[in-house]
C-alpha cells in the first residue's frame, strides 16, 4: 500500500475556502446529505465501497426487493383473474432473465447517482473509511492504494446490516441473510423465514410466488410487530394462504445441516408435535439488522456509542464530536431509507449554519406486501401504552368503489383523531397500494390537519384515496358509502 | 411596513395616524431607528414616524449586532426593508433568513464582534481601497478598540466596489465597512459557517435559552451578542439532549400542531414552537401566531429596557464649574482609561471588597530565584516574583476553588470554572491592560516566566490581542517594582478574588529569640465577600505565604 497525504483539492483559492465535507457510506442517507451539502456550497467527499451510491437500499434492499415483488404480483394476479374470466397458463420463469432486470434496474439507478454526483462536483471515493483523528480519514481504496484526507466535517452513514444470531451460525449455502435471498440463485422447493418482521414477509412472498413452500416462524404472537392488529389482519390471513405455514409463538432452537437440506428444530406451543421437525431447501434470516458503528478509528474521536450500538446525536445530527454527524440506520430506529434522506438533508443544513432540527411529526413505515401495510403518526397501539384518549374512525375498502372494481376488497383505512380537537394524529392503511396512499397521512399530519380538512377536502373519484376522505367522514358519523358498495 | 431585522421580519405599525404625505424610505433601504418613515398630514400638523422601538431589542440577541455601547448609546438597529408591499401592512411574505433574501446586486462586509464588552474602535490603518480585491480572513483594516489595536479580517471575497468608511474614524460593530462588486454573492457572514468545532445544543432548546439570555440581559453585551443558536459556551462539551428514544426527534414532546414550514420559521426566529399558543382551528399554529408571540416578547423586552436601572447602581453628582477657581483643561478620556473607569467602577459597586494583607518571608524563595534565573532567562523569559506568584496562585486556586468562581447572582448560582486563567495587570503607556495567562495550573514556572515576558511586551507594543485578555479566573497585580507596603487592589470583575503584591523589604524578623534579616513580600488579597468568608481569606492567603516561604512545598504540592 502505498500512502499519499493529498489535500482534496488542489484548488483554486475559492474553493479553498469552501467548507470540506466527508460523507462515509453512499445509502440514502448518505448521497442525499452529500448532494444537499454540495448544493450549498461546500466541497464533498462521499466515500462508499460500492462503484456508485446507493447503498444497501438501492444495491441490496428497497429497490431489488420492490422488483421481485412487482413480478410476485403479477404472478398472483395472473391465477387470480381466473375469476374474471381469463385465465392464463402457470408462468414459465426464466431466472437468469428476472435477476438480470433485476439487477438492470439497480445499475440504472445506482448508474443515474453516480451521473448526480458528478454533476454536482462530489469527489465519489470508492472504498472504505477509517478515523485517524476527528477531522482526518484514512480511506483504503477499493484499487488497494490508499489516501489520507481531512475534512471540516464528517457525517457518518455506515447504515446497518442482517443481524445474525449465534444459534443460526451455520457455514452453508442453504442459510441465507436477505443480501443472499435478494440474489435469487434458485427457487428452492421450501424455504424457512426466520422472524415475521416486514423483511421476511416481503422476501418470503417473493418466494412464493415463484412457487417455494414458505413456512414462517415469529416468536411473538403477531406478524409485523409494531403494527396495529387490525392492520396485520388482512395481510395475515392472505399470507396463510399463500404460504406453507405461519408459526406464531414459536422460536427456532437449532438448525443443522442435513445432507439435502437444513434441519430445523421448532419451540413454542403453537407447533404441533410432528411439526417440531422439519427439512427446509433454504433458510433466509430475517431477524432485524444492526448498525454499523464499529468504524475503524472511532476510538480517536470523542464520538459515543450507545449500548444498543447506535451512535448518539441530536437533533441536528451532530455526535459528542462536535465535528462529526450521524445520520441513517447507525443513529436509530426506524431504520428506513427516507428517514436517513431526510436526516441527511438536515445534517448538511445544519453543517451549513442553518436552524435546523430533525423533528418529524410522522416518518411513514410502509410494508410492501400484498396487501400493503402502511402507518404513521400514532398508532392504536401507542395511545394505548400512553394512555392518550383517542378516537378511531374506520373505513373497510368492501365499501370503495375503486377497491372493488381491483377485487381487492381486503383492506381497510383508519384515522386516529384527537377527541377534542379532531386533529389527525396518526393514520393506518392496509391494503392494495397503501404505501402510495400514506402519503396524504403524513402531510395531514405534518399540517397539523382536522378530520374536517380530510372530509372536506374533494378527492378524486374513483380511487382508493377516497377512502382517506371517507375515513374522516366516519369520524363525524357522515360516511357516504359505509356498508354501501358504490355503483358508477 | 415590514422590517428585515437580523432576527426577523417584523411589521412596525405606525406611531401617528392621519394620511400619508410623503414616503422618505424605498423597499431594500436599510433604516435606522430614530430615521423618519413617512410624513402624515394629520389634521393640517405634519407629523413624523419613527419605526416604533420595538425593532430594537430584536437586534439584540441577533448575531453581531452590539445592543447597547459601555456608555450607554444604543447602537442603530439596522434594518432592511422586505420587499413587499412598503405601506399595507400585510404579513401574506413569507419572512426568510437574511441570506435567503432574494439577489443580492453587492454583497457588502459589516464590521464583526470584536470581543468581550468592545462595541467599537477607531480606524487606525485601512488596507483596501476601491477595485482591490479581497478574499476571505484577508486583513483589511487596523482598529483601535479600547483594549487593543486589532486586525479585522474580511468576512467576504471579491472585489471592492466602495469603502465607507475613512481612517480616524470611530467604527461600531456592525457598521459597513465595504461593500463588493457584482457576483460574490455571499452576504456577509451567513452563508459560511464558522469553521472551529461549532457547539449546538438543541435547535429550539437553544434557541430559546439565547432569547431568554437576550432578554434578561439588560447590559450584558456578551450574551447579548451571541448567536440565538449557539447558547453560552457550556464547561461540558457537549449537551445532548435527552437520550434519544426509539427514534431521532420524536422523544416525549407530542407533536405540536404547526405545518412543517411554521416550525422552522420558528426556530430561526428563535421561537419555542411548543410556547406559542395556536389560534387556528384545533389549536393549529400559524405563521401569523409565530410572529405575534415573537412581537410579544420583544415588546416585553422594549418595556423590561425602559425600566430604570437596576438597584445599586451609583449615579454620579453634577460636578461644579472648576473653572470658577482656575484655569482648567478638558481632554476626552478615551480608549483604555474610559473602560478602565467603566469597569473598575462597575466592579466597585457590584462587589463589597474586603482586603485581607500578609506577609511572606521568601528569603529562601530569593536565592531560589536568583539560581534559576539564567535558566529562564535562556528560554526567553524573567524569572520575577510575578511568575513564581503565578504559579503559587495556580495551586491555591486548585485547594480554594471558591476563589476560582463567579457569582450568578440572576441564577442564583455560583460558577466554578474548572480551569485557571490567571490574568496579570500591566502597566503600559495606554493604561492598565490585564493579559490572562491561561491553564497556568498545568505550565511550569520557567514555562510561565516565557509566556508572561511575551505577553506584557505584547502589551506593551498594543499587539495584544483582545482574545488574550479575557476569560480570566483570578487576577495578579504586582506593584513591588514602584514599592509600597500595601494597598487594596480591586477585584477584577467578575472574578471574586486578586492578590496584589507590594515591593519585598530586608526586614528584622525574630527568629529563634533573635532578630534576624530577613526578605518580606507584603501580600494583599481583595475578595468578594459575597462568595468568600474572612476566614477563607486568612487561609487562602496564609497558605500563599507559606507556598513562598516554603518554595518546596510546592514543588511538591503544584
Same mark, same amino acid.
Given at each position: 500500500?502505498?500512502?499519499?497525504?493529498?489535500?482534496?483539492?488542489?484548488?483554486?483559492?475559492?474553493?479553498?475556502?469552501?467548507?470540506?465535507?466527508?460523507?462515509?457510506?453512499?445509502?440514502?442517507?448518505?448521497?442525499?446529505?452529500?448532494?444537499?451539502?454540495?448544493?450549498?456550497?461546500?466541497?464533498?467527499?462521499?466515500?462508499?465501497?460500492?462503484?456508485?451510491?446507493?447503498?444497501?437500499?438501492?444495491?441490496?434492499?428497497?429497490?431489488?426487493?420492490?422488483?421481485?415483488?412487482?413480478?410476485?404480483?403479477?404472478?398472483?394476479?395472473?391465477?387470480?383473474?381466473?375469476?374474471?374470466?381469463?385465465?392464463?397458463?402457470?408462468?414459465?420463469?426464466?431466472?437468469?432473465?428476472?435477476?438480470?432486470?433485476?439487477?438492470?434496474?439497480?445499475?440504472?439507478?445506482?448508474?443515474?447517482?453516480?451521473?448526480?454526483?458528478?454533476?454536482?462536483?462530489?469527489?465519489?471515493?470508492?472504498?472504505?473509511?477509517?478515523?485517524?483523528?476527528?477531522?482526518?480519514?484514512?480511506?483504503?481504496?477499493?484499487?488497494?492504494?490508499?489516501?489520507?484526507?481531512?475534512?471540516?466535517?464528517?457525517?457518518?452513514?455506515?447504515?446497518?446490516?442482517?443481524?445474525?444470531?449465534?444459534?443460526?451460525?451455520?457455514?452453508?449455502?442453504?442459510?441465507?441473510?436477505?443480501?443472499?435471498?435478494?440474489?435469487?440463485?434458485?427457487?428452492?422447493?421450501?424455504?424457512?423465514?426466520?422472524?415475521?418482521?416486514?423483511?421476511?414477509?416481503?422476501?418470503?412472498?417473493?418466494?412464493?410466488?415463484?412457487?417455494?413452500?414458505?413456512?414462517?416462524?415469529?416468536?411473538?404472537?403477531?406478524?409485523?410487530?409494531?403494527?396495529?392488529?387490525?392492520?396485520?389482519?388482512?395481510?395475515?390471513?392472505?399470507?396463510?394462504?399463500?404460504?406453507?405455514?405461519?408459526?406464531?409463538?414459536?422460536?427456532?432452537?437449532?438448525?443443522?445441516?442435513?445432507?439435502?437440506?437444513?434441519?430445523?428444530?421448532?419451540?413454542?406451543?403453537?407447533?404441533?408435535?410432528?411439526?417440531?421437525?422439519?427439512?427446509?431447501?433454504?433458510?433466509?434470516?430475517?431477524?432485524?439488522?444492526?448498525?454499523?458503528?464499529?468504524?475503524?478509528?472511532?476510538?480517536?474521536?470523542?464520538?459515543?456509542?450507545?449500548?444498543?450500538?447506535?451512535?448518539?446525536?441530536?437533533?441536528?445530527?451532530?455526535?459528542?464530536?462536535?465535528?462529526?454527524?450521524?445520520?441513517?440506520?447507525?443513529?436509530?430506529?426506524?431504520?428506513?431509507?427516507?428517514?436517513?434522506?431526510?436526516?441527511?438533508?438536515?445534517?448538511?443544513?445544519?453543517? +451549513?449554519?442553518?436552524?435546523?432540527?430533525?423533528?418529524?411529526?410522522?416518518?411513514?413505515?410502509?410494508?410492501?406486501?400484498?396487501?400493503?401495510?402502511?402507518?404513521?403518526?400514532?398508532?392504536?397501539?401507542?395511545?394505548?401504552?400512553?394512555?392518550?384518549?383517542?378516537?378511531?374512525?374506520?373505513?373497510?375498502?368492501?365499501?370503495?368503489?375503486?377497491?372493488?372494481?381491483?377485487?381487492?376488497?381486503?383492506?381497510?383505512?383508519?384515522?386516529?383523531?384527537?377527541?377534542?380537537?379532531?386533529?389527525?394524529?396518526?393514520?393506518?392503511?392496509?391494503?392494495?397500494?397503501?404505501?402510495?396512499?400514506?402519503?396524504?397521512?403524513?402531510?395531514?399530519?405534518?399540517?397539523? +390537519?382536522?378530520?374536517?380538512?380530510?372530509?372536506?377536502?374533494?378527492?378524486?373519484?374513483?380511487?382508493?384515496?377516497?377512502?382517506?376522505?371517507?375515513?374522516?367522514?366516519?369520524?363525524?358519523?357522515?360516511?357516504?358509502?359505509?356498508?354501501?358498495?358504490?355503483?358508477? | 411596513?415590514?422590517?428585515?431585522?437580523?432576527?426577523?421580519?417584523?411589521?412596525?405599525?405606525?406611531?401617528?395616524?392621519?394620511?400619508?404625505?410623503?414616503?422618505?424610505?424605498?423597499?431594500?433601504?436599510?433604516?435606522?431607528?430614530?430615521?423618519?418613515?413617512?410624513?402624515?398630514?394629520?389634521?393640517?400638523?405634519?407629523?413624523?414616524?419613527?419605526?416604533?422601538?420595538?425593532?430594537?431589542?430584536?437586534?439584540?440577541? +441577533?448575531?453581531?449586532?452590539?445592543?447597547?455601547?459601555?456608555?450607554?448609546?444604543?447602537?442603530?438597529?439596522?434594518?432592511?426593508?422586505?420587499?413587499?408591499?412598503?405601506?399595507?401592512?400585510?404579513?401574506?411574505?413569507?419572512?426568510?433568513?437574511?441570506?435567503?433574501?432574494?439577489?443580492?446586486?453587492?454583497?457588502?462586509?459589516?464590521?464583526?464582534?470584536?470581543?468581550?464588552?468592545?462595541?467599537?474602535?477607531?480606524?487606525?490603518?485601512?488596507?483596501?481601497?476601491?477595485?482591490?480585491?479581497?478574499?476571505?480572513?484577508?486583513?483589511?483594516?487596523?482598529?483601535?478598540?479600547?483594549?487593543?489595536?486589532?486586525?479585522?479580517?474580511?468576512?467576504?471575497?471579491?472585489?471592492?466596489?466602495?469603502?465607507?468608511?475613512?481612517?480616524?474614524?470611530?467604527?461600531?460593530?456592525?457598521?459597513?465597512?465595504?461593500?463588493?462588486?457584482?457576483?460574490?454573492?455571499?452576504?456577509?457572514?451567513?452563508?459560511?459557517?464558522?469553521?472551529?468545532?461549532?457547539?449546538?445544543?438543541?435547535?429550539?432548546?437553544?434557541?430559546?435559552?439565547?432569547?431568554?439570555?437576550?432578554?434578561?440581559?439588560?447590559?450584558?453585551?456578551?450574551?447579548?451578542?451571541?448567536?440565538?443558536?449557539?447558547?453560552?459556551?457550556?464547561?461540558?462539551?457537549?449537551?445532548?439532549?435527552?437520550?434519544?428514544?426509539?427514534?431521532?426527534?420524536?422523544?416525549?414532546?407530542?407533536?405540536?400542531?404547526?405545518?412543517?414550514?411554521?416550525?422552522?420559521?420558528?426556530?430561526?426566529?428563535?421561537?419555542?414552537?411548543?410556547?406559542?399558543?395556536?389560534?387556528?382551528?384545533?389549536?393549529?399554529?400559524?405563521?401569523?401566531?409565530?410572529?405575534?408571540?415573537?412581537?410579544?416578547?420583544?415588546?416585553?423586552?422594549?418595556?423590561?429596557?425602559?425600566?430604570?436601572?437596576?438597584?445599586?447602581?451609583?449615579?454620579?453628582?453634577?460636578?461644579?464649574?472648576?473653572?470658577?477657581?482656575?484655569?482648567?483643561?478638558?481632554?476626552?478620556?478615551?480608549?483604555?482609561?474610559?473602560?478602565?473607569?467603566?469597569?473598575?467602577?462597575?466592579?466597585?459597586?457590584?462587589?463589597?471588597?474586603?482586603?485581607?494583607?500578609?506577609?511572606?518571608?521568601?528569603?529562601?524563595?530569593?536565592?531560589?530565584?536568583?539560581?534559576?534565573?539564567?535558566?529562564?532567562?535562556? +528560554?526567553?523569559?524573567?524569572?520575577?516574583?510575578?511568575?513564581?506568584?503565578?504559579?503559587?496562585?495556580?495551586?491555591?486556586?486548585?485547594?480554594?476553588?471558591?476563589?476560582?468562581?463567579?457569582?450568578?447572582?440572576?441564577?442564583?448560582?455560583?460558577?466554578?470554572?474548572?480551569?485557571?486563567?490567571?490574568?496579570?495587570?500591566?502597566?503600559?503607556?495606554?493604561?492598565?491592560?490585564?493579559?490572562?495567562?491561561?491553564?497556568?495550573?498545568?505550565?511550569?514556572?520557567?514555562?510561565?516566566?516565557?509566556?508572561?515576558?511575551?505577553?506584557?511586551?505584547?502589551?506593551?507594543?498594543?499587539?495584544?490581542?483582545?482574545?488574550?485578555?479575557?476569560?480570566?479566573?483570578?487576577?495578579?497585580?504586582?506593584?513591588?517594582?514602584?514599592?509600597?507596603?500595601?494597598?487594596?487592589?480591586?477585584?477584577?470583575?467578575?472574578?471574586?478574588?486578586?492578590?496584589?503584591?507590594?515591593?519585598?523589604?530586608?526586614?528584622?524578623?525574630?527568629?529563634?529569640?533573635?532578630?534576624?534579616?530577613?526578605?518580606?513580600?507584603?501580600?494583599?488579597?481583595?475578595?468578594?465577600?459575597?462568595?468568600?468568608?474572612?476566614?477563607?481569606?486568612?487561609?487562602?492567603?496564609?497558605?500563599?505565604?507559606?507556598?513562598?516561604?516554603?518554595?518546596?512545598?510546592?514543588?511538591?504540592?503544584?
Amino acid at each position: 500500500m502505498n500512502e499519499t497525504l493529498i489535500t482534496p483539492l488542489d484548488g483554486t483559492p475559492e474553493d479553498a475556502e469552501k467548507l470540506r465535507i466527508a460523507v462515509v457510506g453512499g445509502g440514502p442517507g448518505g448521497y442525499a446529505a452529500a448532494f444537499l451539502a454540495a448544493d450549498l456550497d461546500m466541497q464533498v467527499t462521499l466515500i462508499d465501497p460500492e462503484a456508485n451510491p446507493g447503498g444497501v437500499c438501492l444495491y441490496r434492499g428497497c429497490i431489488p426487493s420492490k422488483a421481485l415483488l412487482h413480478v410476485a404480483k403479477l404472478i398472483e394476479e395472473s391465477q387470480q383473474s381466473k375469476n374474471w374470466g381469463i385465465e392464463f397458463p402457470p408462468p414459465k420463469i426464466d431466472l437468469a432473465r428476472l435477476r438480470t432486470w433485476k439487477e438492470s434496474v439497480v445499475k440504472k439507478l445506482t448508474g443515474g447517482l453516480g451521473q448526480l454526483s458528478k454533476q454536482r462536483h462530489v469527489e465519489y471515493i470508492q472504498g472504505r473509511a477509517a478515523f485517524d483523528n476527528s477531522t482526518t480519514l484514512r480511506i483504503s481504496k477499493t484499487d488497494n492504494s490508499e489516501v489520507v484526507l481531512s475534512f471540516d466535517r464528517i457525517i457518518l452513514a455506515t447504515g446497518s446490516r442482517p443481524a445474525i444470531v449465534p444459534v443460526f451460525k451455520l457455514d452453508s449455502p442453504r442459510l441465507m441473510d436477505s443480501t443472499g435471498a435478494l440474489n435469487l440463485e434458485d427457487i428452492p422447493g421450501s424455504l424457512l423465514v426466520v422472524g415475521g418482521g416486514y423483511i421476511g414477509l416481503e422476501l418470503g412472498s417473493v418466494y412464493a410466488a415463484l412457487g417455494t413452500r414458505v413456512t414462517v416462524v415469529e416468536m411473538l404472537p403477531g406478524l409485523l410487530p409494531g403494527a396495529d392488529r387490525d392492520l396485520v389482519l388482512p395481510l395475515h390471513k392472505r399470507l396463510e394462504k399463500m404460504f406453507a405455514a405461519i408459526l406464531l409463538n414459536t422460536t427456532v432452537a437449532s438448525l443443522k445441516e442435513d445432507g439435502g437440506g437444513i434441519r430445523a428444530t421448532f419451540e413454542g406451543t403453537a407447533v404441533q408435535e410432528k411439526d417440531r421437525e422439519q427439512t427446509f431447501d433454504r433458510v433466509l434470516v430475517s431477524v432485524g439488522r444492526k448498525p454499523n458503528s464499529e468504524i475503524p478509528g472511532l476510538h480517536t474521536t470523542q464520538v459515543h456509542v450507545g449500548p444498543r450500538g447506535f451512535i448518539e446525536v441530536n437533533k441536528q445530527l451532530q455526535t459528542a464530536d462536535p465535528a462529526i454527524y450521524a445520520i441513517g440506520d447507525v443513529v436509530g430506529e426506524p431504520m428506513l431509507a427516507h428517514k436517513a434522506s431526510h436526516e441527511g438533508r438536515v445534517a448538511a443544513e445544519a453543517i +451549513a449554519g442553518h436552524k435546523v432540527a430533525f423533528e418529524p411529526n410522522a416518518i411513514p413505515a410502509v410494508v410492501f406486501t400484498d396487501p400493503e401495510v402502511a402507518w404513521c403518526g400514532l398508532t392504536e397501539t401507542q395511545a394505548e401504552k400512553e394512555k392518550r384518549e383517542i378516537k378511531v374512525a374506520k373505513f373497510p375498502w368492501g365499501a370503495s368503489g375503486r377497491a372493488v372494481t381491483l377485487d381487492r376488497p381486503d383492506g381497510m383505512t383508519k384515522l386516529i383523531v384527537d377527541p377534542h380537537t379532531e386533529r389527525v394524529l396518526g393514520v393506518g392503511i392496509v391494503g392494495a397500494g397503501a404505501g402510495e396512499l400514506i402519503a396524504e397521512g403524513v402531510l395531514a399530519i405534518e399540517m397539523a +390537519a382536522l378530520a374536517s380538512d380530510i372530509a372536506m377536502t374533494i378527492h378524486p373519484h374513483p380511487t382508493l384515496s377516497e377512502t382517506v376522505m371517507e375515513s374522516a367522514e366516519v369520524f363525524f358519523g357522515t360516511s357516504t358509502h359505509v356498508f354501501r358498495p358504490k355503483h358508477g | 411596513m415590514e422590517l428585515e431585522t437580523d432576527k426577523a421580519v417584523v411589521e412596525v405599525p405606525s406611531s401617528v395616524s392621519g394620511t400619508i404625505k410623503e414616503i422618505l424610505v424605498k423597499e431594500g433601504d436599510k433604516i435606522k431607528v430614530g430615521q423618519v418613515i413617512f410624513t402624515a398630514d394629520n389634521n393640517g400638523a405634519a407629523a413624523v414616524a419613527e419605526p416604533a422601538r420595538k425593532a430594537e431589542p430584536s437586534s439584540k440577541g +441577533a448575531t453581531a449586532t452590539p445592543v447597547q455601547s459601555p456608555s450607554g448609546e444604543r447602537a442603530a438597529a439596522a434594518t432592511k426593508l422586505q420587499p413587499s408591499s412598503p405601506v399595507a401592512p400585510t404579513s401574506q411574505s413569507a419572512p426568510q433568513p437574511t441570506r435567503a433574501t432574494g439577489p443580492v446586486a453587492a454583497s457588502e462586509f459589516r464590521l464583526q464582534e470584536l470581543g468581550e464588552n468592545i462595541s467599537e474602535g477607531e480606524l487606525v490603518r485601512l488596507m483596501i481601497a476601491p477595485g482591490v480585491k479581497v478574499s476571505e480572513g484577508q486583513p483589511v483594516m487596523e482598529l483601535e478598540t479600547e483594549k487593543a489595536v486589532v486586525e479585522v479580517p474580511s468576512s467576504v471575497s471579491g472585489v471592492v466596489n466602495e469603502v465607507k468608511v475613512k481612517e480616524g474614524e470611530k467604527i461600531k460593530v456592525g457598521q459597513v465597512i465595504f461593500t463588493l462588486q457584482g457576483s460574490a454573492s455571499s452576504p456577509t457572514e451567513a452563508v459560511r459557517p464558522a469553521r472551529g468545532p461549532v457547539e449546538h445544543v438543541s435547535g429550539q432548546h437553544g434557541a430559546r435559552l439565547a432569547f431568554q439570555a437576550a432578554i434578561r440581559a439588560e447590559g450584558k453585551t456578551e450574551e447579548q451578542a451571541l448567536p440565538p443558536d449557539q447558547p453560552r459556551p457550556h464547561p461540558a462539551a457537549f449537551s445532548m439532549p435527552a437520550q434519544l428514544g426509539k427514534v431521532a426527534g420524536t422523544e416525549h414532546r407530542e407533536a405540536v400542531p404547526a405545518a412543517p414550514h411554521t416550525r422552522r420559521l420558528a426556530r430561526e426566529i428563535g421561537v419555542d414552537v411548543y410556547e406559542v399558543k395556536g389560534t387556528g382551528p384545533g389549536g393549529r399554529i400559524s405563521e401569523d401566531d409565530v410572529k405575534a408571540h415573537a412581537k410579544a416578547l420583544v415588546t416585553a423586552v422594549a418595556a423590561a429596557a425602559q425600566a430604570p436601572p437596576r438597584a445599586g447602581h451609583f449615579i454620579e453628582p453634577k460636578l461644579p464649574d472648576f473653572a470658577k477657581w482656575g484655569k482648567i483643561e478638558r481632554v476626552s478620556m478615551r480608549g483604555v482609561r474610559r473602560k478602565t473607569a467603566e469597569h473598575l467602577a462597575e466592579s466597585w459597586n457590584t462587589i463589597p471588597h474586603v482586603t485581607q494583607q500578609d506577609r511572606a518571608d521568601i528569603t529562601e524563595l530569593e536565592q531560589l530565584r536568583a539560581r534559576f534565573a539564567p535558566k529562564a532567562e535562556q +528560554a526567553g523569559g524573567k524569572m520575577t516574583v510575578t511568575a513564581i506568584a503565578l504559579k503559587v496562585c495556580a495551586a491555591a486556586l486548585k485547594v480554594f476553588p471558591q476563589f476560582n468562581a463567579t457569582i450568578d447572582m440572576e441564577e442564583e448560582e455560583i460558577i466554578y470554572k474548572q480551569y485557571i486563567h490567571i490574568g496579570v495587570a500591566a502597566d503600559t503607556d495606554r493604561g492598565l491592560l490585564v493579559p490572562v495567562i491561561r491553564d497556568v495550573d498545568k505550565k511550569n514556572i520557567v514555562e510561565l516566566a516565557v509566556e508572561l515576558s511575551q505577553l506584557s511586551q505584547k502589551a506593551r507594543d498594543k499587539k495584544i490581542t483582545l482574545a488574550e485578555m479575557e476569560g480570566g479566573t483570578f487576577t495578579i497585580t504586582n506593584l513591588g517594582g514602584i514599592g509600597g507596603t500595601g494597598f487594596t487592589p480591586i477585584v477584577n470583575h467578575p472574578e471574586v478574588a486578586i492578590l496584589g503584591l507590594s515591593r519585598s523589604r530586608t526586614e528584622p524578623e525574630w527568629i529563634a529569640g533573635k532578630f534576624e534579616p530577613r526578605l518580606i513580600l507584603p501580600l494583599s488579597l481583595s475578595y468578594d465577600h459575597r462568595l468568600i468568608d474572612g476566614a477563607d481569606a486568612a487561609r487562602f492567603l496564609r497558605w500563599v505565604a507559606e507556598a513562598f516561604e516554603q518554595p518546596f512545598l510546592l514543588s511538591v504540592q503544584g
